[in-house]
């Protein structure tokens, strides 16, 4: 089997990539070993946002009588929660199959290994393309500790029919704190174990901090420093032992999730066949997505490591093809990529923190707020509230902008596109906005 272009992998980038390289009149097939649809779709954002969406209605619930507003006993149905996750899953793969037949694209079920620079071996047929986009996504961090094998992965937390009364989470990355504070409200003793002393890493450690005791409110416990043992089952359910502070617990588990980090699937593909370069962050590539050993082959999406999000998937699928279309026209750039941790409150970034511009020996201003006691945030019922703007000095272009509160992932895009069209932060300033609405305060957030 012949083609002109191959993508390995069924999610945003390989289904991008595709469609937009048929429409163009090739003949382009797509190969995946499991359901295609992509990880976002099946298994995380989508149906993560759900169990989050149930979460802040919950929380608006609870806090009902600031509005004055009398509201009686509170009783989660987590069936009817689940059922409603699986509605927006639920028909996703067969959608994706049927779009990819309607267009034209050869879909081959199986696991893919290179046997050349140009082939692979599927099903034991033998497949070659002029160019290859290997966009299989990531899984989750192994772990070889004793008892391994009972640790649970965001696939399975996203399956529960009952709520844990001890969930312990290995991990303090957006995962493990969209998830901890979804079944902290519900009532879930959660423990967050933390491998070295922050959490979140490559955010704004002031507004990481204030997300951490935003947690610790709702009851969880953070273990920082913490070396994992083993997990065992015991009689009530699993005991996870570990080493803190130069100390050896036991807590007691209901479900011990794996939230450490996802690295790339790339392993089953035999990329050296390919004569491609790896290491275990990912394939490399140049900034057109093109491996430099092996020109014919693209990497998008968690293959390569850089930005494990699935908006990046999908522009990454854009630009591979546009790449492969045109003859290499477009360059990555993830300068202006907005980024949200769906907490509730959330914390959305866009840009470089102001350790990394301080690194880089860039000059600039800090504006720091603390924005709970504005108008706005009180007239809303906000508690919390907080930004951070880093802005370049001379040119007085935005570097980074960083918000924790109520509606932080939408107003996170007003800073996104001004750094995007190179639009000073004077101009911004001068902005007027619709009030009393969360974005009237952006404006004040430059002072």
Not at 219 to 244: D, P, W, Y
Not at 250 to 269: H, K, Y
Not at 308 to 331: C, H, M, W
Not at 374 to 403: F, P, T
Request: with cysteine; charged share 20%.
């Amino acid at each position: 089997m012949k083609y002109d272009f191959v993508a390995i992998g069924g999610g945003n980038a390989g289904l991008g990539a595709t469609s937009r390289i048929a429409a163009a009149g090739h003949r382009v097939a797509l190969i995946d070993r499991g359901n295609i649809g992509g990880l976002c779709s099946l298994n995380g954002c989508n149906p993560k946002k759900v169990l989050v969406r149930s979460s802040e209605v919950l929380n608006e619930i609870r806090h009902a009588g600031k509005f004055g507003i009398d509201v009686g006993g509170v009783k989660v149905d987590w069936n009817r929660v689940i059922d409603r996750k699986e509605s927006f899953t639920r028909g996703v793969t067969e959608a994706s199959e049927k779009s990819l037949q309607q267009q034209g694209i050869d879909f081959i079920k199986g696991s893919p290994r290179f046997v050349s620079r140009n082939a692979v071996e599927v099903n034991g047929d033998r497949v070659e393309a002029s160019a290859w986009l290997i966009s299989t996504g990531s899984t989750p961090q192994p772990f070889s500790f004793p008892g391994a094998e009972l640790v649970k992965i965001s696939d399975d937390i996203l399956a529960l029919r009952e709520v844990p009364k001890h969930l312990v989470i290995i991990g303090a990355g957006v995962v493990a704190f969209e998830f901890g504070q979804v079944f902290a409200r519900l009532g879930s003793r959660v423990t967050f174990l933390v491998r070295d002393q922050r959490a979140l890493s490559g955010n704004e450690q002031e507004l990481v901090e204030a997300v951490v005791e935003f947690t610790r409110r709702l009851g969880a416990e953070f273990i920082f420093q913490a070396s994992l043992q083993s997990v065992k089952r015991a009689a009530s359910g699993l005991v996870v032992a570990i080493s803190a502070g130069g100390q050896s617990r036991e807590l007691p588990a209901d479900f011990v999730l794996n939230a450490a980090g996802r690295v790339p699937s790339i392993g089953t593909l035999d990329l050296a066949k390919a004569e491609v370069k790896f290491d275990g962050r990912g394939i490399e590539v140049n900034d057109y997505l093109r491996s430099p050993s092996n020109p014919a082959i693209f990497a998008g999406g968690d293959a390569h490591g850089r930005m494990q999000l699935s908006p990046i998937a999908s522009y990454e699928g854009r630009v591979v093809a546009r790449n492969f279309l045109e003859k290499d026209t477009e360059r990555v750039n993830y300068e202006a990529i907005p980024r949200c941790i769906y907490t509730v409150p959330p914390l959305a970034s866009v840009g470089i923190t102001e350790a990394q511009a301080a690194k880089r020996g860039m000059k600039f201003t800090v504006h720091t707020h603390d924005m709970a006691g504005w108008k706005v945030y009180g007239i809303m019922g906000e508690e919390i509230a907080r930004a951070k703007i880093i802005i370049e000095k001379n040119s007085e272009q935005i570097l980074g902008a960083h918000i924790y509160g109520a509606n932080a992932g939408d107003e996170i895009h007003f800073f996104a596109l001004a750094m995007a069209a190179k639009v000073p932060a004077s101009s911004l300033k001068n902005m007027v906005f619709a009030y009393p609405t969360f974005s009237s305060t952006l404006p004040y957030v430059f002072d």
